[in-house]
């Protein structure tokens, strides 16, 4: 016997599946590999040319004639690319760009995400201390929202948590919203 799926159904299917990839299209839309920040930090030539997604939060910005060089604390990125901040940071990487970028947007624990190739690695000086660390030559520098962070997790935990089949959260079946809609035993 054939089954039939009515096509509503699978439109809303194909909707909310569409709706889950909430990846910015500027940095979804380029092929990284998925390589380990610390496999980079402690040997970059052998990553030379591998393209990458990192993130993290701004440390500072040097801006040179015709470039512009970037510190960055590095933070895994979650399913959406955005920097993880509640985690532990593993360490900082540079990233060079072939534009101005402005000390004023790009600001200290700005959260961002870099698209690009490991260049190698540079040395940097902080404090008294003159150490290493890779270098990316960026394509895409996505600055986020400031309140990403927040927005994200209300609309995420209206899914996750819950307390029953069938039950979707605040948002959208608020008792009275739908009133007219919904049965009442």
């Known amino acids: 016997m054939k089954s039939w799926i009515p096509p509503c159904l699978l439109l809303c299917s194909v909707l909310l599946l569409g709706a ?18 610390q496999s980079v930090n402690h040997n970059a030539e052998a990553y030379k040319d591998a ?8 440390i500072e910005v040097a801006n040179e ?31 060079e760009i072939n534009e101005f970028l402005d000390p004023a947007i790009y600001t200290k624990g700005t959260e961002i995400t870099v698209t690009g190739t490991i260049r190698g690695d540079i040395e940097r000086t902080v404090g008294n201390k003159t150490i290493r660390i890779p270098l990316i030559s960026a394509k895409i520098i996505h600055l986020w929202p400031r309140n990403y962070r927040e927005d994200s997790a ?31 035993w």
């Open 154 to 184: 209300y609309w995420n935990s209206c899914y996750r948590y819950a307390p029953y089949p069938g039950y979707y959260g605040y948002p959208f079946f608020y008792n009275g919203y739908y009133r007219p809609y919904r049965f009442w």
């Open 65 to 95: 004639a015709d470039s512009s060089l970037m510190q960055v604390l590095f933070y895994t990125l979650d399913r959406n690319g955005y920097p993880e901040t509640d985690k532990s940071g593993e360490g900082r990487f540079a990233v």
């Open 51 to 58: 393209p990458v997604r990192w993130g993290g939060t701004v």
């Open 20 to 37: 889950c990839t909430s990846m910015p299209p500027d940095i979804r839309n380029f092929s990284a590999a998925d390589i380990p920040y």
